[in-house]
């Protein structure tokens, strides 16, 4: 006797809420990245090249420490800005920075 494996059609489920909360949540530190980059483009002079984020932080849209603190890690990982290593919290803009 031989079985016959036969493959069930896909089905599309609905995305369950949890996904569509870490989606946007993913979608919205994307979009303060990019808010972040054209702000450390805004703020610096014609010589300067590190930024620190106390400069930011006010900006319309950057109201939040944490939320820009977030946003640059993100973008860091994106490879967008590079974060100082001592701990004075500047970052330097990279020039694949949107």
């Known amino acids: 006797m031989l079985l016959r494996l036969t493959r069930r ?12 909360v870490l989606l946007e949540y993913a979608m919205a530190v994307d979009r303060l990245a990019v ?6 483009r805004a703020v610096r002079g014609a010589h300067e090249a590190w930024i620190d984020l106390d400069r930011l932080v006010g900006r319309p849209g950057l109201e939040s420490r944490t939320a820009v603190d977030a946003a640059v890690a993100f973008a860091a990982a994106k490879g967008w800005l590079a974060i100082a290593r001592n701990a004075t919290g500047s970052v330097l803009l990279s020039h694949r920075a949107p």
């Open 9 to 20: 059609p896909r089905v599309l489920t609905r995305p369950s809420f949890l996904e569509i």
């Open 35 to 40: 808010d972040v980059c054209r702000a450390i």
